[in-house]
């Protein structure tokens, strides 16, 4: 069902609903008008009543010949009606005793606490409301119909006017999913709205920019990997077209050379694998305690024939002998080293490494934490390249790759292996001057 229809039916029920309460409260209305004309003369109907009363007293407790009789405050009231046992004994007025006894004021009549009558009264006051009334019934079956004809043609124009509308920003947002679908072209949608309608616009626009942002980046990440590994099986396959082509045996160092190759396509393999596990969380970490002094040190040890080379000198500084972190210690090693060889790449030769660990009091975290500070005096970081650094394949230097550099891996691998352990990585970076990465890992 559509929202115009459901709105025309819900403003149908709801125009019967006021009708009818509007009938109901009317209805009331006029018996309370009626009751309150005898509490503002009262002191009238109470001396009727008990002329009544005194007329039956003096009587010997009969009626006998009331119907006949002169009383003094009648003359107060336009309609009177005394009733007996369901017998009409004195009637005073146009209304039958009938019309009386349901639109009057009714006054019981008592003898010694017992019942002796009823009294069925209009004053002047009560009468006129009685006729306004009759007039008003005799005229609400033509001033209801005239009344609903007119306000079903209003409600009608108002609502296909608001239905109109409510549905067009849905019809443009229907219409930009549609071209959406179709061929994925962005479209506008009415984010200018202040209500509910430009929230959704907006939140879908965000969702369609998203999307093509992700859909950017699987390609992007499609063209890196097929990069990749183009240039390492291109030397292979030419090195075999080769010596196949010419019947030559490879010599060793061909030999060495292929090997190379083949592990380097081994290793971005398994990188692009880690790396997909660790992003989706299906990882599964197999904590436990190492000393995070020890294992800074066995990394520093490993990297030396690197710093050597360059010539760059790297210290480590801790005023503690032993850090306790519950890691998976390759995962931690892996993300520590990569960290450390990126600072080592993109430092130049004669430059310094500074490597800090200390536990760490974070005002905002309940449990203390180690904080790792790797401190380069290289080439830095410019503020546009800085938010990329963790991508996929990205490399600062674009000119930076095989054989001087990785894949583009190594920070991306680190940080999600850094999350995994429920720690993260900070950046600071002066163009020219140098990096710091700030690595914090829970106690």
């Given at each position: ?45 109470e001396s009727l009543r ?19 009789a002169r009383l003094k ?121 202040k209500d509910e309608f ?246």
């Open positions: 069902m559509k929202i115009r229809t459901k709105l025309i039916l819900s403003m149908s029920v709801l125009i019967v609903f006021v009708m009818l309460f509007l009938l109901g409260v009317t209805h009331i209305q006029f018996y309370i008008s009626r009751d309150l004309a005898y509490f503002e003369e009262k002191n009238t109907f008990k002329e009544f009363e005194h007329y039956y007293s003096n009587h010997g407790d009969s009626w006998d010949n009331i119907a006949s405050y009648t003359g107060s009231f336009n309609e009177v009606v005394l009733t007996a046992d369901e017998e009409v004994l004195y009637q005073q007025g146009k209304l039958s005793a009938n019309e009386l006894r349901n639109e009057g004021f009714v006054l019981a009549l008592y003898e010694s606490d017992q019942k002796i009558g009823r009294l069925y009264v209009m004053n002047e006051r009560q009468y006129k409301i009685y006729e306004f009334k009759t007039m008003w019934y005799g005229m609400l079956p033509n001033i209801g119909i005239a009344s609903l004809i007119f306000t079903c043609i209003a409600a009608l124009l108002t609502i296909l006017l608001l239905s109109w509308r409510l549905t067009s920003p849905i019809r443009k947002i229907i219409k930009g999913i549609e071209s959406i679908q179709k061929d994925g072209a962005a479209t506008v949608f009415p984010e200018q709205r430009g929230a959704i616009s907006k939140a879908l626009r965000e969702m369609n920019d998203s999307l093509a942002g992700a859909e950017q980046i699987r390609k992007q990440l499609m063209s890196d990997v097929t990069h990749e590994l183009k240039t390492p099986l291109m030397i292979i396959q030419g090195e075999l077209e080769l010596a196949y082509e010419t019947g030559q045996p490879l010599s060793a160092a061909k030999q060495a050379s292929l090997l190379d190759e083949v592990l380097r396509l081994s290793r971005l393999v398994h990188d692009v694998l880690d790396l997909s596990k660790l992003e989706s969380g299906k990882m599964e970490l197999q904590p436990q305690t190492e000393n995070l002094v020890k294992l800074l040190e066995d990394i520093v040890e490993k990297t030396e024939y690197m710093v050597e080379d360059k010539q760059i000198q790297l210290s480590m500084h801790s005023r503690e002998d032993s850090i306790p972190i519950s890691v998976e210690k390759s995962r931690i090693y892996q993300a520590l080293y990569n960290i450390l060889t990126n600072a080592i790449y993109y430092t130049n030769p004669g430059g310094q490494i500074r490597i800090l660990v200390e536990t760490a009091y974070l005002p905002k975290q309940q449990q203390p934490y180690a904080r790792i500070r790797v401190e380069d005096s290289g080439v830095g970081i410019s503020e546009e390249e800085l938010p990329h650094i963790f991508n996929r394949f990205y490399r600062a230097d674009p000119s930076r790759a095989r054989p001087s550099g990785g894949s583009g891996l190594g920070l991306a691998i680190a940080q999600q292996n850094i999350l995994a352990h429920r720690g993260w990585v900070e950046v600071e970076s002066v163009v020219g001057k140098g990096s710091v990465f700030t690595i914090y890992l829970p106690i």
